[in-house]
């Protein structure tokens, strides 16, 4: 598997329970997530063993740190290939050519003829509900699913899984009413080759 994502900064990029920006598996099958919109992509064989050998040559199969340590809010680029991980700090500030690869893993920069079928919507089985205990929250709704604070305590909250097709539409300004309490509830599809809260980073 090969992914990149980005934390930090003033906003707070990449918090507990988002989804990473970009995820390749050997089967050649990539999910992209932006403006909280997942796609699904499928390479060509041929295409898909290009990128790696890419990702090789910008050394993300071996560990390492690039940029200044202890930088307040400073943005964080992460990727995992495998076992390895790479954090760049301060991306735009350094000539690390994993920087530069990075711009090989935008789906709109990809030939037509690399792609089994173009980019369509990634349709999960089943989704995180990620739920933060929120009292104050605005309009609040009756949780239709499983209670929301017997799951699994994970960063970001606590966990329960629930069908895609079954989960209501999530908004930051909606609570939700489950076993007498209220919460704040974010809804995170599970991408493959997770099963469980425990495989959500």
């Known amino acids: ?7 930090g900064g003033f906003a707070g990029k990449g918090g507990p329970g988002t989804l990473p920006e970009f995820s390749l598996y050997s089967t050649g099958r990539a999910v992209v997530a932006s403006e909280g919109k997942a796609t699904e992509y499928r390479l060509k064989p041929e ?3 290009r990128l ?8 993300l199969a071996r560990s390492h740190t690039s940029g200044p340590g202890r930088v ?7 990727f995992t290939m495998g076992r390895a991980t790479t954090k760049i700090i301060q991306p735009e500030a350094q000539s690390d050519p994993a920087v530069r690869f990075r711009e090989r893993l935008d789906p709109r920069r990809w030939p037509p003829g690399d792609l089994v079928s173009p ?44 069908p895609a097709s079954g989960v209501p539409a999530a908004r930051p300004d909606v609570g939700w009413r489950s076993q007498g309490r209220t919460y704040t509830v974010r809804v995170r599809p599970l991408l493959p080759g997770e099963s469980s809260c425990r495989d959500i980073p």
Do not use: F, H
């Open 1 to 7: 598997m090969l992914r990149w994502r980005e934390t």
């Open 47 to 49: 295409a898909l063993q």
């Open 52 to 59: 790696l050998d890419g990702a090789r040559a910008a050394g």
């Open 72 to 78: 307040m809010d400073a943005i964080v680029l992460e």
């Open 119 to 162: 980019g369509r919507p990634y349709a999960p089985a089943k989704v995180a509900v990620l739920s933060v205990e929120n009292p104050g929250a605005g309009t609040v709704k009756k949780w239709p699913l499983a209670p929301l604070g017997k799951g699994e305590r994970v960063p970001g909250g606590v966990c329960t899984l629930a």
